[in-house]
Nanobody, 113 residues
């Protein structure tokens, strides 16, 4: 059974940092992070190709967030610095594999004082 497992979320204060990880159980091509906050639409945050090219980065996180990956581990990361309360959301991993694409279950990030 294909799995995408996210980790690294939690509760932090404004200005602090978190690093999210998403590990897939299958070979992956492009991998992305989305987020969805209560009352808002799902938003694409960042996308990276297997070759390591960042093909998308939301304007709302530029200069603060960085996407990276380790292909040997089938893992994508999202380094989140200078976190703001408006970054509070469920963050969801998305991965395109050889035949199909898959969604993770999501992980909560809460930024609050």
């Amino acid at each position: 059974q294909v799995q995408l497992v996210e980790s690294g979320g939690g509760l932090v204060q404004p200005g602090e940092s978190l690093r999210l990880s998403c590990t897939a159980s299958v070979f992956t091509y492009d991998m992305s992070w989305y987020r969805q906050a209560p009352g808002k639409e799902r938003e694409l945050v960042a996308t990276m190709t297997r070759a390591g090219s960042t093909t998308y980065l939301s304007d709302s996180v530029k200069g603060r967030f960085t996407i990276s990956r380790d292909n040997a581990k089938n893992t994508v990361y999202l380094q989140m610095n200078s976190l703001k309360p408006e970054d509070t959301a469920v963050y969801v991993c998305y991965a395109r594999a050889t035949i199909a694409a898959y969604w993770g279950q999501g992980i909560q990030v809460t930024v609050s004082s």
